[in-house]
């Protein structure tokens, strides 16, 4: 949250290759962050990197392994979905702090989704979910009953029904 955190992907088209029924193919570099950015973040956190398939493999499909976080509770995300947020958060640090929390709790759910099926994650409107070990809240960021606040959603909830 200091700015300290400055994510990239991988580059290196080689290790973005993907062999398919139809042939070879590039995955795109958004859905890998580089083992610098993983490391970083995982020692942020207090997790260590594991590297897993992006995605569910189906028969015949052979995709590059993405750098994972693990957490100390077990749960795993991808990394790429928290270099994405702090990227392109520019909406404040309490708003990059929810957006990287959610992307972690929703992330998890995805993961587990991408590589083991079942019905889709879905969230209630503006979720953001429990705090995440390691990381520090503003004391206004968490609501009472314990989960982290979108401060983007503070207002937009008090003032609509939407």
Known sequence: MNGSFKPTYVTDPSQLQETTP????TMPNFYYASDATANQLASLLGGTVVQKPAFGQDQ?????????IQLP???TFNAAD???YANTGSVGSSQLTADITQTINQGSAWSNYYL?????PTFPMGYVGPPISGMAYPANMIGADGNVINPSMQTTNSNSNT
């Open 82 to 84: 928290v270099a994405y």
């Open 60 to 68: 015949g499909w052979n995709e590059p392994l993405a750098n994972f």
């Open 116 to 120: 083991n099926g079942g019905n889709l």
């Open 22 to 25: 139809a042939g070879t193919d």
């Open 73 to 75: 509770n077990g749960q």
